[in-house]
Nanobody, 124 residues
Framework: QVQLVESGGGLVQAGGSLRLSCAASGRISSVIAMGWFRQAPGKERQFVAAITWIVGTPGYADSVKGRFTISRDNAKNMLYLQMNSLKPDDTAVYYC?????????????????WGQGTQVTVSS
């Protein structure tokens, strides 16, 4: 089992930046990929970005391409999301997640373990 703890959320103005972190512990050897999802009030949880754990191949939702960068540090068991040029539509609770299979990158149903989430609020 893998445990996840997110941090780094906060309140920023439109155009600003935030860096989210996710600390992983437990059975890291079983991890195939890690990802970030977000959920705004009244909406479904949406895919943001993911990265394969060993090779480091990233993937992004169209809405964040060119603005967000996902990365990981295998030696420290850390996952990061650098968010630049933030928009009010980015406001949501952001969750870190683990995938232990070779199914789709962007489906929340293919991820087995989730963190508690961290709030990101972007004001206009």
């Amino acid at each position: 089992q893998v445990q996840l703890v997110e941090s780094g959320g906060g309140l920023v103005q439109a155009g600003g930046s935030l860096r989210l972190s996710c600390a992983a512990s437990g059975r890291i050897s079983s991890v195939i990929a890690m990802g970030w999802f977000r959920q705004a009030p009244g909406k479904e949880r949406q895919f943001v970005a993911a990265i394969t754990w060993i090779v480091g191949t990233p993937g992004y939702a169209d809405s964040v391409k060119g603005r967000f960068t996902i990365s990981r540090d295998n030696a420290k068991n850390m996952l990061y999301l650098q968010m630049n040029s933030l928009k009010p539509d980015d406001t949501a609770v952001y969750y870190c997640a683990v995938r232990k299979n070779y199914r789709s990158t962007n489906s929340r149903y293919d991820y087995e373990t989730w963190g508690q989430g961290t709030q990101v609020t972007v004001s206009s």
